[in-house]
């Protein structure tokens, strides 16, 4: 697939088909996503892949702040990612000191970078998803059981699309966005 069709194409998808992603296709999509660039190459991102129906349900139902979309969402995906990153190293010296005033949230940054390529990765595989922001990072993480040095940042459905995707939303012009100096 060309890069630019990629980026046009992808669209955030929350219905799927029941079908299971295999393993195979998962490394493929995490084989281009970590050379997301990341601080001083830090490569902190992590992908936990949630495949467990109970632990699924139990995120939905316990850990999405009752906002009933994500629930459904989560319920209906085949597969949740939990995309977290390895703390106090983006934006940190080896000293634990912060390299610059953005102090740690080149976390974020990091993980924003991450969450992107991995679902244009995906898309590049046939597989659908969308990134869900509204959760409790702590409940997930206990009920993901994710290690302790490791924040939660994003939590992405994933699965294969049921039915046609929609055309792009309007999007606002290149002059709108771009100021020259």
Known sequence: MNFEN???????VRKFTEEKISHETFE???ELARF????????????HIIED???????AEEAVMNFVFNEKTIKRAPALVVLAAVGKKSGYEEDGSFSTSKEDRWEVFDAGIACQTFCLSAYNEGVGS???????DKKVKEICEIPEEENVMALIAVGYRD???KAAPERLEVKDLVSFK
């Open 163 to 165: 039915g046609e995707a």
């Open 53 to 59: 129906t109970d632990i699924k349900t139990k995120v």
């Open 130 to 136: 969308v990134v869900l922001g509204i959760f409790d």
């Open 36 to 47: 997301a660039p990341s601080w001083k190459n830090s490569q902190t991102a992590r992908y």
């Open 6 to 12: 990629c980026v046009k194409e992808r669209r955030s």
């Open 28 to 30: 493929k999509i995490i």
